[in-house]
């Protein structure tokens, strides 16, 4: 247990359906982040929300949205999703470095592992 | 095009022998490196981290070594449980980034009693 839950941990929806992602931290943290895992691909961060406020965006495709109501809680909002969006989704959350040089301990959830057909 | 590899996406281990995987790098920017563990149906877990002004950092059991020259890594686990069967993620941070990592493809270590 590492303070950071998802749900649904499992989920399969058609490429016409929308559906949410949710991830919950109870660290106090003030930075949440969204990964993808895909077979056989390194984790790929898709975006970080620091103080509620996104600063990141790696070029993810418009169909995924993410949200941040507050410090506690990340969504990720999907919509005509593709087949090859199948994957592993991981949220995470870490207090944000103070300075740009340093580094604080991600902590992950345990992931939705998403199928679309 | 990957700036964090781990070429062997598995490997197998006796039970107390040592097991060592193995990370390469091309980002010469990154400062701090991290190894991750992960079990089936759980997220990944820190396991140990090495700064770039470091060549060795031992923590128990784990031992990560950097060559900086060689852009290279490795994590050696000695003596080898069952309980360390897991995927092991390098990462790796770009200075200045904050907490952005760099993930590597995993490698899926199984430890044989």
């Known amino acids: 247990e590492t303070g950071v839950t998802q749900t649904p941990r499992h989920l399969v929806m058609g490429m016409t359906n929308k559906k949410s992602l949710k991830c919950e931290q109870h660290?106090?943290?003030?930075?949440m982040y969204w990964y993808k895992q895909s077979a056989k691909k390194p984790l790929e961060l898709m975006f970080v929300?620091?103080?509620?406020?996104?600063?990141e965006n790696n070029s993810v495709p418009s169909r995924f949205s993410p949200e941040c109501p507050n410090s506690s809680h990340l969504f990720l909002h999907l919509h005509t999703l593709q087949p090859e969006d199948s994957a592993l989704y991981l949220c995470?959350?870490?207090?944000?470095?103070?300075?740009?040089?340093?580094?604080?301990?991600?902590?992950f959830g345990p992931g939705t592992r998403l199928t679309v057909l | 095009d990957q700036q964090v590899k781990q070429n062997s996406p598995s490997l197998s281990v006796q039970e107390g022998r040592i097991s060592i995987l193995n990370c390469d790098y091309t980002?010469?920017?990154?400062?701090?490196f991290l190894w991750y563990k992960k079990y089936p149906a759980e997220g990944p877990t820190f396991l140990i981290s090495?700064?770039?002004?470091?060549d060795k950092n031992e923590d128990g059991r784990f031992t990560v070594f950097l060559n900086k020259s060689a852009k290279h890594l490795s994590l050696h686990i000695v003596p080898s449980q069952p309980g360390d069967s897991a995927v092991y993620f390098c990462?790796?941070?770009?200075?200045?980034?904050?907490?952005?990592?760099?993930f590597g493809g995993g490698t899926r270590l199984m430890v044989k009693p």
């Open positions: 660290l106090g943290h003030n930075a």
């Open positions: 090495i700064s770039s002004i470091k």
């Open positions: 990462a790796a941070k770009n200075n200045n980034a904050g907490n952005m990592l760099t």
């Open positions: 980002n010469s920017m990154f400062d701090y």
């Open positions: 995470a959350s870490s207090q944000d470095p103070v300075q740009r040089s340093s580094y604080n301990e991600q902590f």
């Open positions: 929300y620091s103080l509620e406020e996104r600063v």
